[in-house]
């Protein structure tokens, strides 16, 4: 079996679904299968060529048995939405040069970029004879939408006909939870039996529960009295991360306890800009971390933050929450109630669940958990035992696996 995996990131990116990609890939190649991914030349989330690369029509790399085929396209470090949907449309329009250069595939799995990328790779599996299978991890255009980067009538009425198309022309829907499977059949017309859900996943051997007194924290300079509340990823539009900066400011008079934000994205300024008009300095950001130290650096905290904005709970849920789960640390949410994201945490007994937006709630949460180290520990164990069961890589990326073989 041919299979052509299109993906807007791929590694060295170090977004979450890149190195999903390339287990995926991993998996099936290591099932039989001839894998080839289309991906762009490394540049998230910075909008940069990644050093070591050169940008030519067709770059071949050969990866564990499969082949990774990078296509010239657009590269700039604008955050406008112009000039970001150009990049993308131009990453999309290489995937063609990329199916152009692997044998003809029986099955293609976009993942990516939103709307663009699933309706290119229909036209490749169009032509090639293949059946489609997109996977969807955000819900577009809504977020566009909701955070008010798509205010045109003209073109949101567009981008939901683009929206429409994708759903109608995939012979099959990948989704990462539940409340998205139930957004896709009962608010955008999917056909139940089209839509599957498999989550993300993370590779156990990645993450593993260790001593929060370690080399990665030494290195770092935080003080090994210091009770760690971390926050871990990207720190993206919809993430709502600036309430983290209110609760630091809620609890300036416990002098032992740090904000520690690990990550970057397009709302990282904003988040560090309010963080510095505060005066705040228990609060500190680091840039994203090397994969191999990722451990160390989940160990590290005491308690560990996801964070979405008010009424996003619907369209995104952040893969952070598995590190955290993996690294058997108690989670602190601040997200929507009735949010896949809520009811992973009430369904793990890994955390609390507070309304987001509110700081103060945030900061009450945060205390308890500081306030209650048994509580801690119950939490940090009930997430590992969840993540073992259910969101450890053998386990998700196997049966990923037998439903593409199905397809």
């Known amino acids: 079996m041919n299979i052509l995996i299109t993906t807007q990131v791929y590694p060295p990116e170090g977004q979450a679904s890149a190195t999903l990609v390339r287990e995926l890939a991993g998996e099936l190649c290591g099932r039989g299968a001839k894998v080839t991914v289309a991906a762009g030349y490394p540049h998230h989330p910075y909008g940069r060529l990644y050093p070591g690369y050169r940008k030519k029509l067709l770059t071949l790399e050969s990866n564990n048995g499969f082949q990774v085929v990078r296509g010239w396209h657009l590269i700039h470090p604008s955050s406008s939405v112009t000039v970001r949907g150009l990049v993308m449309l131009s990453q999309c329009a290489a995937y063609f040069l990329s199916a152009a250069s692997c044998p003809r595939p029986d099955v293609v799995i976009s993942y990516g970029p939103p709307l663009l990328g699933p309706l290119i790779s229909a036209a490749i599996a169009r032509v090639s004879g293949a059946r489609l299978m997109t996977v969807i991890y955000d819900i577009y255009p809504d977020i566009a939408v909701d955070l008010g980067h798509l205010r045109e009538p003209l073109l949101i009425k567009a981008a939901q006909k683009c929206e429409s198309l994708v759903y109608r022309l995939s012979d099959h829907i990948v989704v990462l939870s539940e409340g998205f499977q139930r957004t896709l059949v009962g608010v955008k017309g999917v056909r139940q039996e089209k839509v599957s859900v498999v989550p993300v996943w993370f590779d156990a051997q990645d993450i593993t529960p260790m001593s929060r007194d370690n080399a990665w924290r030494r290195e770092m300079g935080i003080d090994p009295e210091k009770f760690v509340v971390l926050y871990a990823g990207t720190i993206g539009l919809i993430s709502g991360a600036e309430i983290i900066v209110e609760a630091a400011r809620r609890l300036q008079s416990q002098t032992d306890i740090l904000f520690l934000l690990v990550g970057t994205g397009h709302a990282k300024a904003l988040v560090e800009t309010k963080a510095k008009s505060e005066g705040l300095s228990n609060i500190r950001f680091l840039p994203f971390q090397p994969r191999q130290r990722l451990g160390e650096m989940q160990a590290v905290a005491d308690v560990s933050l996801v964070?979405?904005?008010?009424?996003?709970?619907?369209?995104?849920?952040?893969?952070?929450?598995?590190?955290?789960?993996?690294?058997?640390?108690?989670v602190v949410a601040s997200v929507d109630r009735d949010s896949d994201l809520a009811e992973l945490i009430s369904r793990s007994q890994c955390g609390l669940v507070v309304p987001p937006g509110q700081g103060e709630g945030l900061a009450e949460a945060i205390l308890q958990c500081y306030r209650q180290p048994e509580q801690r520990r119950l939490y940090g164990e009930a997430g590992h035992r969840y993540f073992l069961q259910h969101y450890e890589k053998k386990v998700v990326v196997r049966r990923f696996a037998e439903l593409i073989e199905q397809i």
């Open 307 to 330: 964070t979405l904005a008010p009424g996003r709970g619907s369209t995104s849920l952040p893969s952070k929450v598995l590190g955290y789960m993996a690294a058997a640390r108690p």
